[in-house]
């Protein structure tokens, strides 16, 4: 579980990264899949176990 945490904390820093930098709104569209997908992961996780 804490790695759920701790990656969801590393793709919310890289959309705000992502955002604040014009020239990586690419790296705002990754962080953003990415912290989707994570927290789908970790929902099933936490239902399964």
């Given at each position: 579980?804490?790695?759920?945490?701790?990656?969801?904390?590393?793709?919310?820093?890289?959309?705000?990264?992502?955002?604040a930098i014009k020239t990586l709104l690419?790296?705002?569209?990754?962080?953003?899949?990415?912290?989707?997908?994570?927290g789908i992961y970790?929902?099933?996780?936490?239902?399964?176990?």
């Open positions: 579980m804490v790695l759920i945490i701790v990656l969801l904390a590393i793709w919310l820093a890289l959309v705000i990264i992502g955002f690419w790296l705002a569209i990754v962080g953003i899949v990415l912290f989707v997908v994570t970790g929902a099933i996780r936490s239902r399964i176990g």
